[in-house]
């Protein structure tokens, strides 16, 4: 018997909609039914019935699609690990057995691209650049943590390409088209560069080596394009970087080594014109430079205090301060007698140094200049040399007298290493105060592709000075305590050239092969013949003749030609 509710509707006549969830089950249930499974079966059963052929299986679709997938692998994994991994210390290190250096990798000019590096470039090469600038940046330093793992990294500056411009609270942007910018765009790119590299510091593990005291990660350092240059440096822009970043002069000891940064950048307004006007932007830098010998001492002694597992500082004294000897009182310190460890400068600018200083073969753009058969290098050689110039907001080498004055106050520099040129450079200085036999500069390669290089590079640096209780060479010879190996990165422009040039072979080859199957010339039987049938099965509608015969004699029926295509009259 049948149930009505109130509305006269029979009970259990409809039911409730599907939900979503369960009708997308449905509909991928049915596609695996319907069209997978069928189509993996019948492969299956040409391979038993030995029902195939060469031609079927390997179509030129699918050997394009096989050559894509290789091709794109390389250029976006392979290439990356391929040249890390031809960096790893154990192929270039040449220390003595039992050695455990310190590792150390240089990193210049990340310099992330912003509104100031293509102005005025269309939509979406501007979208684009940054796109794949930041995924390139990312996965080399990525790779540095999981397949180098070095246990210091240094940042030497030029972070940001337009960090200057942006506004403060306090100052603007002496370029009018960039005032529009201001400290939200500024920390938007801030936390842009830590998701490239703060956030990837961990990516190899956080666990120091056996050994070694612990990782770092500093950078400090500022550019010209962080900063300015010279006058050009605003306070509320250096003091907003150092808020972040800390502060760009300060001494680290490491691997018992003194690594001396300095804010060249500002420094440098003292070279120019009415220095004493702009002298808040010198001054800190200057001062730091007149104390660096003292700071060195110091933290040497507390460094070889911590190695023999005493404190740092000695206890404080126990007697009363006067309250007006309070402004004056110091942290106590050890007096001991040491040895300095092999000092090495750190600075964004290059060092001084003649117009035409050749830089060295591994300079990408200028190659050294060949000399006559059977002569020495050229001394003077301006294509393989930094150009000694300057202009808006930048000068590519500091002055000659602010380079003396650093080497003087700093004291004993062995090695120096520098950025900003985006190019390889090695020079040894011997004009300048050094700890004997000159400086030895070595400026980085920017490590983005988009700074003019199409090989970028790092600097990797292995560190080994075992010293005594009182700083002393365990080997007696402090001058052997450093080597370093340029790392070459991948060539991006290259990879996008290959991409091209495959693009353009599978469009000539898919339209070469669709011509000469519409001239007949070359059968279309290696294409998949099978009918394409639709995403679920529909019904199909048949013919009936016993039911149209039957309706055809109906007492109601005058004609059944609708059905039978036959007219018959009823009498």
Not at 180 to 198: L, P, Q
Not at 302 to 317: D, T
Not at 354 to 365: D, K, S
Request: one cysteine or more.
């Amino acid at each position: 018997m049948t149930t009505y509710d109130e509305y006269g509707t029979p009970v259990g006549a409809y039911s409730e909609p599907e939900s979503l969830t369960h009708q997308a089950w449905r509909l991928v249930r049915a596609f695996f039914l319907y069209r997978i499974r069928p189509a993996v079966q019948g492969k299956r059963n040409e391979l038993q019935s030995g029902n195939w052929s060469f031609r079927r299986l390997f179509t030129l679709v699918k050997a394009l699609v096989l050559l894509w997938w290789v091709v794109l692998y390389w250029g976006e994994r392979g290439v990356f690990n391929s040249a890390v991994e031809s960096c790893n210390w154990d192929s270039w290190e040449n220390w003595e057995t039992g050695a455990n250096p310190h590792r150390l990798i240089f990193v210049a000019d990340p310099q992330l691209i912003d509104p100031h590096t293509y102005p005025g470039r269309p939509w979406p090469l501007n979208p684009l650049a940054y796109k794949y600038t930041d995924l390139y940046l990312r996965r080399t330093y990525s790779r540095f943590q999981t397949i180098l793992y070095p246990d210091t990294i240094f940042f030497l500056g030029d972070l940001f390409d337009g960090g200057r411009e942006w506004s403060t609270r306090t100052t603007t942007s002496p370029e009018k088209q960039y005032r529009k910018y201001g400290d939200d765009f500024w920390m938007n790119e801030y936390r842009r560069f830590g998701d490239i590299f703060f956030k990837h510091w961990g990516d190899g593990g956080m666990q120091a080596r056996p050994g070694q005291p612990g990782r770092k990660l500093i950078s400090s350092l500022p550019g010209n394009h962080d900063l300015g240059f010279a006058r050009g440096v605003q306070e509320g822009v250096r003091d907003r970087f150092n808020a972040y970043f800390g502060d760009g002069n300060r001494i680290d000891v490491i691997a018992n080594h003194t690594f001396v940064s300095i804010d060249s950048v500002s420094l440098s307004a003292l070279g120019q014109e009415s220095p004493e006007q702009v002298e808040k932007l010198w001054r800190p830098t200057k001062g730091f430079l007149e104390d660096a010998k003292k700071r060195k001492k110091r933290l040497i002694q507390r460094e070889l205090r911590a190695q023999q597992g005493l404190r740092p500082y000695p206890g404080m004294p126990h007697h009363a301060i006067e309250k007006k000897d309070l402004a004056t009182s110091q942290l106590p310190h050890a007096n001991d007698e040491i040895t300095e460890f092999p000092t090495i400068l750190l600075t964004h600018v290059p060092l001084y140094r003649a117009p035409g200083t050749p830089c060295g073969p591994l300079r990408e753009h200028w190659p050294p200049t060949h000399p006559p058969a059977g002569q020495p290098p050229l001394e003077h050689d301006d294509r393989n040399a930094i150009s000694v110039r300057g202009g808006y907001q930048y000068q590519n080498v500091l002055n000659r007298e602010i380079t003396a004055d650093i080497a003087e106050k700093v004291g004993d520099i062995r090695y120096a290493f520098s950025g900003d040129d985006h190019d390889y450079c090695e020079v040894l200085h011997k004009a300048y105060t050094s700890a004997g036999g000159g400086i030895r500069e070595i400026t980085v390669k920017s490590t983005s592709w988009a700074m003019g290089v199409r090989l970028p590079g790092v600097q990797l640096v292995s560190l080994w000075n075992p010293v005594d209780i009182h700083g002393n060479p365990k080997n007696g010879d402090a001058s052997k305590t450093i080597q370093t190996k340029l790392c070459l990165l991948p060539d991006q422009i290259g990879t996008f050239l290959r991409y091209g040039m495959l693009f353009g072979l599978t469009l000539s080859l898919l339209v070469l092969r669709a011509a000469l199957v519409t001239l007949g010339l070359v059968s279309s039987s290696e294409t998949d013949t099978t009918t394409e049938s639709p995403l679920l099965p529909t019904a199909s509608t048949n013919t009936y003749p016993a039911t149209a015969e039957k309706e055809s004699h109906s007492s109601n029926s005058s004609t059944s030609s609708e059905r039978t295509g036959n007219l018959t009259i009823s009498r």
